[in-house]
Protein backbone atom coordinates (compact mmCIF):
# COMPACT_ATOMS: atom_id res chain seq x y z
CA UNK A 1 0.00 0.00 0.00
CA UNK A 2 1.16 3.64 -0.72
CA UNK A 3 0.01 7.07 0.69
CA UNK A 4 -0.21 10.03 -1.90
CA UNK A 5 -1.49 13.34 -1.19
CA UNK A 6 -3.12 14.68 -4.02
CA UNK A 7 -3.34 18.71 -4.17
CA UNK A 8 -4.18 18.79 -8.25
CA UNK A 9 -7.53 18.37 -9.37
CA UNK A 10 -6.68 16.48 -12.13
CA UNK A 11 -5.22 13.72 -10.27
CA UNK A 12 -6.23 10.04 -12.05
CA UNK A 13 -7.34 9.19 -7.81
CA UNK A 14 -9.45 11.83 -7.35
CA UNK A 15 -12.66 10.43 -8.97
CA UNK A 16 -12.35 7.45 -6.67
CA UNK A 17 -12.02 9.38 -3.60
CA UNK A 18 -15.22 11.14 -4.63
CA UNK A 19 -16.90 8.10 -5.84
CA UNK A 20 -16.15 6.01 -2.32
CA UNK A 21 -17.24 9.13 -0.46
CA UNK A 22 -20.32 9.00 -2.36
CA UNK A 23 -20.78 5.14 -1.75
CA UNK A 24 -19.71 5.06 1.97
CA UNK A 25 -21.36 7.84 3.37
CA UNK A 26 -24.55 8.78 1.32
CA UNK A 27 -26.77 7.17 3.65
CA UNK A 28 -26.09 10.10 6.66
CA UNK A 29 -24.37 13.17 4.26
CA UNK A 30 -26.30 16.21 3.22
CA UNK A 31 -23.80 16.91 0.09
CA UNK A 32 -23.61 13.69 -1.21
CA UNK A 33 -27.95 14.38 -1.80
CA UNK A 34 -26.82 16.55 -4.85
CA UNK A 35 -25.11 13.89 -6.47
CA UNK A 36 -21.55 12.00 -7.45
CA UNK A 37 -21.17 15.32 -9.95
CA UNK A 38 -21.86 17.71 -7.52
CA UNK A 39 -19.59 16.22 -5.06
CA UNK A 40 -16.91 15.88 -7.73
CA UNK A 41 -16.90 19.82 -8.55
CA UNK A 42 -16.42 20.56 -4.27
CA UNK A 43 -13.54 18.03 -4.69
CA UNK A 44 -11.85 19.75 -7.58
CA UNK A 45 -13.19 23.53 -6.52
CA UNK A 46 -10.80 22.70 -3.29
CA UNK A 47 -7.67 21.79 -4.92
CA UNK A 48 -7.65 24.37 -7.23
CA UNK A 49 -8.05 26.71 -4.77
CA UNK A 50 -5.84 25.32 -2.26
CA UNK A 51 -7.87 25.08 0.63
CA UNK A 52 -7.95 21.42 0.33
CA UNK A 53 -6.03 18.21 -0.39
CA UNK A 54 -7.14 14.65 -0.28
CA UNK A 55 -4.43 11.92 1.43
CA UNK A 56 -5.32 8.33 -0.51
CA UNK A 57 -4.21 5.00 0.31
CA UNK A 58 -3.86 2.96 -2.85
CA UNK A 59 -2.36 -0.11 -4.60
CA UNK A 60 -1.04 0.74 -7.76
CA UNK A 61 -4.40 2.48 -9.47
CA UNK A 62 -7.11 1.09 -6.80
CA UNK A 63 -8.07 3.26 -4.31
CA UNK A 64 -8.63 1.85 -0.65
CA UNK A 65 -9.29 4.67 1.40
CA UNK A 66 -8.68 8.84 1.64
CA UNK A 67 -8.88 11.71 3.77
CA UNK A 68 -10.35 15.09 2.59
CA UNK A 69 -8.15 17.60 4.23
CA UNK A 70 -9.02 21.10 4.78
CA UNK A 71 -7.03 23.62 5.85
CA UNK A 72 -9.55 26.63 6.68
CA UNK A 73 -12.94 25.10 6.51
CA UNK A 74 -14.69 28.33 7.05
CA UNK A 75 -13.74 28.84 2.98
CA UNK A 76 -14.40 25.44 2.26
CA UNK A 77 -18.55 25.43 1.68
CA UNK A 78 -18.24 29.19 0.31
CA UNK A 79 -17.05 28.05 -2.68
CA UNK A 80 -20.71 26.88 -3.54
CA UNK A 81 -22.26 30.32 -3.47
CA UNK A 82 -19.09 32.27 -4.96
CA UNK A 83 -19.27 29.47 -8.01
CA UNK A 84 -23.12 29.45 -8.43
CA UNK A 85 -23.28 28.47 -12.09
CA UNK A 86 -20.90 25.79 -11.28
CA UNK A 87 -22.59 24.62 -8.54
CA UNK A 88 -26.21 25.55 -8.59
CA UNK A 89 -27.05 23.53 -12.32
CA UNK A 90 -25.75 20.58 -9.94
CA UNK A 91 -28.00 20.97 -6.99
CA UNK A 92 -31.00 21.57 -8.81
CA UNK A 93 -32.69 18.75 -9.71
CA UNK A 94 -32.54 16.99 -6.02
CA UNK A 95 -33.87 20.77 -4.70
CA UNK A 96 -36.38 20.46 -6.72
CA UNK A 97 -37.46 16.19 -5.61
CA UNK A 98 -36.55 17.19 -2.08
CA UNK A 99 -37.45 20.74 -1.40
CA UNK A 100 -36.39 20.08 2.55
CA UNK A 101 -32.46 19.69 1.17
CA UNK A 102 -33.05 24.12 1.55
CA UNK A 103 -32.92 24.41 5.22
CA UNK A 104 -30.18 21.23 5.72
CA UNK A 105 -28.03 22.70 2.64
CA UNK A 106 -27.99 26.22 4.23
CA UNK A 107 -27.24 24.85 7.81
CA UNK A 108 -24.30 22.99 5.38
CA UNK A 109 -22.77 26.18 4.15
CA UNK A 110 -23.19 27.82 7.68
CA UNK A 111 -21.43 24.44 9.68
CA UNK A 112 -18.46 25.65 11.02
CA UNK A 113 -20.90 28.90 12.89
CA UNK A 114 -22.13 26.35 15.03
CA UNK A 115 -19.03 24.36 15.82
CA UNK A 116 -18.13 27.93 17.60
CA UNK A 117 -14.31 26.64 17.36
CA UNK A 118 -11.29 28.91 16.97
CA UNK A 119 -9.89 25.52 14.86
CA UNK A 120 -9.59 26.35 11.33
CA UNK A 121 -7.89 23.33 9.80
CA UNK A 122 -10.17 20.05 9.42
CA UNK A 123 -10.37 16.33 8.97
CA UNK A 124 -13.78 16.67 6.97
CA UNK A 125 -14.17 13.15 5.47
CA UNK A 126 -12.35 9.66 5.79
CA UNK A 127 -13.43 6.15 4.08
CA UNK A 128 -12.08 3.11 3.77
CA UNK A 129 -13.22 0.20 1.50
CA UNK A 130 -15.46 -2.62 2.93
CA UNK A 131 -12.51 -5.30 2.55
CA UNK A 132 -10.20 -3.27 4.02
CA UNK A 133 -11.57 -2.35 6.98
CA UNK A 134 -9.49 -2.44 10.54
CA UNK A 135 -5.98 -2.94 8.65
CA UNK A 136 -4.66 -0.20 10.53
CA UNK A 137 -5.08 1.90 7.13
CA UNK A 138 -7.18 5.26 8.98
CA UNK A 139 -4.40 5.41 11.39
CA UNK A 140 -1.72 5.53 8.05
CA UNK A 141 -3.89 8.35 6.57
CA UNK A 142 -4.38 10.28 9.79
CA UNK A 143 -0.55 10.58 9.83
CA UNK A 144 0.03 11.49 6.34
CA UNK A 145 -2.78 14.10 7.12
CA UNK A 146 -0.53 15.33 10.10
CA UNK A 147 2.00 15.77 7.90
CA UNK A 148 0.73 17.93 5.13
CA UNK A 149 -0.71 19.75 7.75
CA UNK A 150 2.90 20.59 9.83
CA UNK A 151 4.19 21.45 6.22
CA UNK A 152 1.34 24.47 5.65
CA UNK A 153 2.19 26.16 8.97
CA UNK A 154 -0.64 23.89 11.12
CA UNK A 155 -0.65 23.26 14.57
CA UNK A 156 -3.80 21.90 15.24
CA UNK A 157 -6.96 20.58 13.22
CA UNK A 158 -10.52 19.69 14.09
CA UNK A 159 -13.38 16.88 13.36
CA UNK A 160 -16.91 16.70 13.85
CA UNK A 161 -18.34 13.27 14.48
CA UNK A 162 -22.48 12.39 14.95
CA UNK A 163 -22.63 11.55 18.47
CA UNK A 164 -24.47 8.05 17.65
CA UNK A 165 -21.30 6.76 16.17
CA UNK A 166 -19.55 5.09 18.47
CA UNK A 167 -16.87 2.96 16.14
CA UNK A 168 -15.75 6.65 14.96
CA UNK A 169 -15.90 8.77 18.60
CA UNK A 170 -13.68 5.97 19.50
CA UNK A 171 -11.05 5.79 16.78
CA UNK A 172 -10.64 9.68 17.80
CA UNK A 173 -9.66 9.34 21.19
CA UNK A 174 -7.78 6.53 20.67
CA UNK A 175 -5.47 8.08 17.99
CA UNK A 176 -4.85 11.63 20.09
CA UNK A 177 -7.85 13.87 19.73
CA UNK A 178 -9.28 15.77 22.22
CA UNK A 179 -13.33 16.06 22.84
CA UNK A 180 -13.64 19.88 23.03
CA UNK A 181 -17.46 20.38 22.33
CA UNK A 182 -20.92 19.58 21.04
CA UNK A 183 -23.23 21.23 19.31
CA UNK A 184 -26.93 20.48 17.19
CA UNK A 185 -26.60 20.15 13.17
CA UNK A 186 -29.71 18.52 11.36
CA UNK A 187 -31.45 17.85 14.56
CA UNK A 188 -28.85 15.73 15.86
CA UNK A 189 -25.64 16.34 18.28
CA UNK A 190 -22.26 15.93 16.95
CA UNK A 191 -18.97 15.91 19.12
CA UNK A 192 -16.00 18.48 17.66
CA UNK A 193 -12.77 16.43 18.23
CA UNK A 194 -9.34 18.58 18.34
CA UNK A 195 -5.69 17.47 17.80
CA UNK A 196 -2.52 18.84 17.85
CA UNK A 197 -0.50 18.67 15.17
CA UNK A 198 3.10 17.93 15.87
CA UNK A 199 6.05 20.53 13.98
CA UNK A 200 8.20 19.50 11.05
CA UNK A 201 11.11 20.68 10.43
CA UNK A 202 9.63 22.49 7.33
CA UNK A 203 7.29 24.15 9.74
CA UNK A 204 9.03 24.60 12.33
Avoid at 79 to 85: N, S, Y
Amino acid sequence: MDLTVVREASHPLLPQAVHLHYDALSYRSTITAFGEPFLYELYRALLDEGNGFVVVAHEGTRLIGFILGCVDSSRMMSVVPRRPLRFFTLMAPAMLRRPGLWPRMLQTLLYTRKEASDVAAELVVIAVVDDRRGAGIGKQMLAALETELASRGVDRFKVTVHQAMAASNRFYTQNAFQLTSTFDMYGVPWNLYVKKVAPTEKAA
